[in-house]
């Protein structure tokens, strides 16, 4: 099992910056990929970002330039960097951690709202 827990969602005006936190505990092997989702109300579930363990990452189209994923695996914690963020960026935004043996896990998930 692995235990995801977001942080740093919050209220931000457009055109301002916000950094989310996950941090991930468990049985934590490599290799693995880590990402961020996002879910608005009557919307799917979406990827905005991903990283495998090695480092390489992948994008939506609608965040690229502007948000940046990263992750310190020695602390086992994943990060998104929010930035120029837009009213259509608000939504509930999910940690994902999936490994092919392991499986394939959530977090609970933070709010993020831009508004002015």
């Known amino acids: 099992q692995v235990q995801l827990v977001e942080s740093g969602g919050g209220l931000v005006q457009p055109g301002g910056s916000l950094r989310l936190s996950c941090a991930a505990s468990g049985n934590i092997v490599s290799p693995n990929v880590m990402g961020w989702y996002r879910q608005s109300p009557g919307k799917e579930r979406e990827l905005v970002a991903s990283?495998?363990?090695?480092?390489?990452?992948n994008y939506a189209d609608s965040v690229k330039g502007r948000f940046t994923i990263s992750r310190d695996n020695g602390q086992n914690t994943l990060y998104l960097q929010m930035s120029s963020l837009r009213s259509e960026d608000t939504a509930v935004y999910y940690c994902?951690?999936?490994?092919?043996?392991?499986?394939?896990?959530w977090g609970r998930g933070t709010r993020v709202t831009v508004s002015s």
């Open positions: 994902n951690f999936f490994q092919r043996l392991t499986g394939n896990f």
């Open positions: 990283i495998l363990s090695g480092g390489l990452t």
